[in-house]
Every structure is written in C-alpha cells, then in structure tokens.
C-alpha cells in the first residue's frame, strides 16, 4: 500500500469512527435517551461532529490525498480516493462561517416550524425559510455546479446526480402517475379496510415483524429492532445495524410495513464488504439507491400477491380475532388502498410520488428564483389540486407538513422517487436472473432475492456512483418506465381499470 494512501485511509478510519459514536448518540437519542439529557446532547454531538471535520478538512489530509494520487493503486484504493477527494474538496469550498451559520439558523428555525406548524401560521415561517434559502444558496455558489444552484445541493444526497436529468425522468412520470390516480378514484372497486382498524396487541405485531425481517435474511446477531416515534435505520459498522418501528393496537400494517422498510436498508448495510469498512469502498452509494432497498422490500415483495399466499396463514393464525371472515384476497387488496391524500408520510405507493415531484418542482424554482418563499402556499395548493384532485383546508396538511425545510435539507426529496424508480428497475433485472423468483415468495423464500441484491448491489459499496450503478446492474440508464409498468399491471387488476 503507497504510503500517502495509508495515511489517508488512517484519518478516514478515524473520521469513520466518530461517525459511527455520533449515530449511537443518534440512535440512543432516539430510542432511550431521557427528554431532558437534549440539550447535553446536542451539544455532545455539535462537538463531535466538529472535530470528524476538523479532522477531515486537515493540511495532513489535504496533503495525503493530493500524494495518494501519484502512487499505485488497486481499483478498490482507486475507488475511495475518488470519493474521498470528492468530499475533502466540497468540504473545503464551504467556508466555516457558512457551516455554523447553516447549524444555527437550521437549529433555531426546527423550534419556529414546530411552532408555525401547530398555530398553522406559514408567515411565521417563512422568514426561516428565506434565511435558509439564501444559506444554501451561497453553498451552492461555494460548492460550484454545472447548470443551476440546485445541482450543487443534490449531489449532496445522490452523487454525480443532475437536476435536469432527475426533472426529465420525474416529468415521465408524472402524467401516466396522474391519470392512474384519477382511474382509481373513479373506479367501483373499493377495498374494504375495515379489518385492519382493529385490535392487533403489539407483541404479537413484534413477533410478526420479526418472523417476517428473519425470513427477509436481516441478521439478529448483527442488528436489533427498537422502539422510536419515527421509524429509522442506522449502524455504527456492517455487523452492528439497528432497525427501529412503532406500534399502535390498531394500526398493524404501519408496523409490519415499517419493520420491512427499515429492515430494506438494513440489508443493504449488512450486505456491505466487511473488509472495506469504514472505507467509501465498503458504504452505501447514495440516499436514492438507499430508498430503492427499501421500497422493493417493501411494496414490491411484501405488498405482493405471492408475499400474500405464503404469509396470509401466518397472519391469521397470529391475530384470529381481528382477521376472522377476512380472505387472502381482502388482505392483499387492503395492504394496497390507494387514495389521494394530503399528507406525504401516509401516502400510498401510487399517490406518493406525486408529493415527492410536488416538493421538487418548488424546490427548483425557488433556487432558480422563479418562485419566492411568500409564493409558497398559493403554488401548494394549485399543484396539489392539479395532481391529487383535493386540496389542503390549512397549511399545517400543506406547506408546513415535512420537517426537511427547516433543517435547510433542499434537495433530500427526489431521493425518495428516485428510491423508487431504481428499485422497479433493479426488480425488473432481478426477475429475469431469477425466474422462479415469484414462486420463491409465494413459499416464502426470500433468501435468493437477498443474495442476488447482495452480489450485484450491496457488496459494490461505493464502487460505482448511482447514475453508473444502474446502467452496471440493468444493462440501462434510470427510467420511469420499469415503474410505471409495475404501477399499471399491479393496481390495474386491483382497481380494474
Ligand atoms: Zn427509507
């Protein structure tokens, strides 16, 4: 091993690990932290995060990064120099004052939103979200970008990723998405949900989600399964990955849906190269190709018809009361309701992108000033009546509903589509190399489908960025098509339309 690309991976090692005690603060926060241990927190974190900086934007590893370049490297080392000089590079472009100011403002604006949110008060708001805005506009300027200021922020989320390239194939989308919906509404068919409203006692939801994360190959002994208010996945290293969900008596499909999600991207992160730890070789490629593990677990196994055949028995035998006169067909078509509704995080498969393409749009044109913040509620309520046919009563279920604004976080949201889209794409690839691969399900093997992720994506780590991982894995760039196909022949025999 060269010896300036040595003394690089040293200080990334050592980065790495501060990272990994800051996601067990993270998580410890909140999973068990007591409310009032925040503020130490906080400051604890603050801390930390500032010295894995530090230590990053260092003259020693400017120096080793710059000499790793001239010495002899295998493709794996070719690989981390490659994302390690991409980030020391943005790092450096962004001026210490900017990073503290974006620290604080996002700080102080979480505490106005949740306020603004509450009194359903959006001027209250908004002058956070200039001050924000203008913040990241001037990384973005800092940054530097190929075409707009946007571009700058994305890449933050989806490297190598373009604005324009992402609004091409999200326009692709969108019509067929919005004549889908309309198609649904008018249909006659009409699940009927009722049964999943009832009780459903929350061990037994937990013992459910567990069988259901085991079978999926999530390894117990290298993760666990916690209680949060909101739903999330972290790790500290490859062989420890915890998973957390929530459980309400009478909301059973939020738990098991949620356990599959978060235990999506923790196979991802069990299924990275051991020995590249800590290394970009051996990390997630990006939040986009992240949500793409997650939502095909998710909607397209899980939510199957063949998911269904092997794991109904299972489900009425855990909870013979509430799914008593309930058939196979009633629960599949239940666990896929699709109606319009005004709030991202409740939203169905079909519906959800339409609030993803929503927030983008207005993302875009603000940070390429064709709208100002004030424009806001008037634009969210004319997209959302043109997409969804309803509109929001208040802005508290608009404009005021996500939390990512007021952390400043612009350019986070098309990474949920983009999960999307990359996941029926890499499905698609995954059915060809495995043609018994729904009959598989329908017995409930769903190790194959794991090893085939593993080999062809997990294991990859950073090796490839998205935009390249897709045409490596598929054969072909992203496309809206595989999804939209997979929209049509799924609820178009659901809804009969
Ligand atoms: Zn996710």
Redo the contacts with the bound molecule.
Sequence with gaps: MGKYYGQMMVIQQEVGDIHGALALMGWDQEVYMPRKGAATRGRQLATLSGMAHTRFISEEMGHAIERAGSEELTLDQQVNLREITWSHKRAEKLPTSLVKALAETSSAAIEVWMQARANNDFPSFAPWVEKLVKLQKESAEAIGYENEPYDALLEEYEPGASTQDIADVFEALRGPTVDLVQRIQNSEVKPRTDFLKKTYPVEDQRRFGVMVSKQMGFDYEAGRLDISPHP??THMGVQDVRLTTRYAENLPAQSLYGII??T??GLYEQGQDVNHEGTPRGQSVSLGI??SQ??MWENMVCRSRAFWRYFYPKFVETFPESMQGVTEEELYAAVNEVTPSLIRVEADEVTYNLHILLRFEIERGLFADVYTVNDLPDIWHAKMKEYFGIEPPDDRSGVLQDIHWSHGSFGYFPT?TL?NLYGAQFYDTAKQALPDLTEQIAHGELLPLREWLRENIHQLGMAYRPKDLVKQVTGKALSADYFLTYMEEKFGRLYEV
Aim: aromatic content about 16%; some cysteine.
């Design positions: 999330f996945c999600h978060e999506g991207h992240h949500e997650s939502r949920y999960g």
